[in-house]
């Protein structure tokens, strides 16, 4: 019979070996949970390289302005992959104003900083969507110029701002044979270099012209201040009410708009004029009586007509119809 001494897990060859036997599986879970993170990092890589993807554009407009106050709308569009976890927007005033109050997310501007940061604030408002516009608002002042911001970062990237267009008020008007009407011009959003707006009559009617402002400048200051084109109607003998488009185009690439004219013609339409209107017939005699085809000498011939009514004895009054020849 063996004694305890003998017994083989006290062989220190046999403790080696079976220490190495135990220590394996632990070397294979390491290396299957290092291989799991490194799969783990595979699935999360794509994400990130999708959020890359992110783009935007912001249009900044004023929705008054006093000459020391003004309020503002900054709509974001997310031409991006969607936000769902929150966001900022910044960007940097040209002159010296300042945000008093901004709704409905958060604002910070440092003391005599003219760089502005908007962020979201609430689970409600921290998610823009693909595609989707979000607008804050805000009230400020300032003196000197208001000049509108021209460059703005939504999460880090930079925006590429939302291409200007015409904006022609109206785009139909009735012109007065003889007088004048304007319409007004301005651009949608600040251009990145000053922009020529023509106005000329591509069609129709000769007699209608464009009389004042055929040309004009606008600025990435005055982009949103309005101005006035002329458009005039010269007199003419017809009675037609004259019609005629007129192009107005765009330096910058910017797509043309169209404004239909028409004239209101002053001229009065054609008439019978009876001279005289009262006749004195000696009974077995005759009288005689012109008929005019209109209130001008410009008709054409033919529409001047004589006529001689002769009474018989039997007959004291006549009622007689005229008509154009």
């Known amino acids: 019979m063996r004694t305890p001494w003998s017994l083989p897990v006290w062989n220190p060859q046999a403790l080696r070996i079976t220490s190495l036997i135990r220590r394996k599986p632990p070397r294979k879970v390491a290396i299957g ?10 699935v999360v890589i794509p994400a990130a390289a999708a959020f890359a993807a992110a783009g935007c554009s912001v249009q900044y407009s004023k929705a008054w302005d006093n000459g020391s106050g003004f309020g503002a709308n900054v709509a974001i569009t997310n031409t991006g992959d969607a936000i769902t976890n929150g966001w900022t927007l910044e960007f940097d005033f040209p002159g010296n104003q300042r945000i008093t109050d901004l ?33 804050p608002g805000f009230n400020g002042n300032y003196s000197g110029v208001n000049a509108n911001p021209t460059s703005f970062k939504l999460n880090g990237t930079v925006c590429g701002g939302s291409a200007p267009a015409l904006v022609v008020t109206p785009t ?3 012109v007065p044979e003889g007088g004048m009407v304007t319409y007004a011009v301005r651009l949608s959003a600040a251009p990145t270099a000053n922009v020529t707006v023509t106005s000329t009559r591509s069609s129709g009617d000769t007699d209608i012209t464009v009389s004042a402002g055929g040309t004009l400048t606008f600025t990435p200051t005055n982009f949103a201040t309005p101005q006035n084109v002329t458009v005039s109607a010269a007199e003419d003998a017809d009675t037609t009410n004259g019609t005629a488009n007129i192009t107005v185009s765009a330096t910058g690439g910017i797509p043309s708009a169209t404004v ?61 119809q005229l008509c154009l020849s």
């Open 172 to 174: 139909s008007v009735s």
């Open 103 to 135: 709704w409905p997310v958060a604002f910070t501007q440092p003391a005599g900083s003219a760089h502005v940061t908007i962020a979201s604030n609430a689970d409600w408002n921290k998610a823009i969507a693909t595609g989707a516009t979000f607008t």
């Open 260 to 320: 239909a004219a028409t004239e209101a013609d002053n001229d009065p339409g054609q008439a019978i004029v009876v001279s005289p209107t009262s006749l004195s017939v000696p009974e077995g005699s005759s009288a005689t009586s012109h008929s005019f085809g209109g209130t001008r000498s410009s008709w054409p011939a033919g529409s001047v007509s004589r006529f001689t009514q002769v009474l018989p004895p039997s007959v004291e009054t006549i009622s007689t």
């Open 33 to 42: 949970a290092i291989g799991a993170l490194v799969v783990g990092a595979a």
